[in-house]
């Protein structure tokens, strides 16, 4: 038990082990298609987060059932699409961040409200198709 527990002080170790139960934990037939829809529907809400910032209209969000989903934004400019666009990609890194970091510091009940929050907002505010809202619920 003591050298798992010094495996597990190493941060590198540390690190390593959480990034291959995150590759495993997304293969699980049916908790894995859950993980998967949380990083889509975060991946959109980037699009949508970067469509308000701008002052663009975010139209709605879709969410299906082979994990993929798709943001329907009204831009005013080229270069707003380009940058509404591009918003979906860094944004599941980030959360994924936050959420190792609170879970690592003893929040883990405070990221699952987070995500319990940020689902219940998508829901009310953009998921439109029936997938989408029975999965979010």
């Not at 989903?69 to 940058?83: D, E, I, R, Y």
Request: some cysteine; proline content about 4%.
């Amino acid at each position: 038990m003591e050298t798992l527990r010094t495996w597990w002080d190493n941060e590198l170790f540390r690190f390593y082990f959480l990034l291959i139960a995150c590759l495993l934990l997304t293969r699980i037939p049916v908790i894995g298609k859950y993980f998967r829809l949380l990083s889509t529907m975060i991946h959109e809400g980037g699009h949508v987060l970067m469509a308000l910032l701008l002052g663009d209209k975010p139209h709605q969000v879709s969410l299906f059932q082979d994990t993929s989903g798709m943001a329907t934004v009204a831009s005013s400019a080229p270069w707003k699409n380009l940058l509404v666009s591009a918003a979906g990609y860094p944004l599941p890194a980030l959360a994924a961040f936050l959420g190792f970091w609170l879970i690592q510091h003893g929040y883990a009940t405070a990221f699952i409200w987070g995500v319990t929050l940020l689902t219940g907002l998508f829901l009310l505010g953009y998921i439109r198709n029936l997938f989408g809202i029975i999965w979010s619920l």
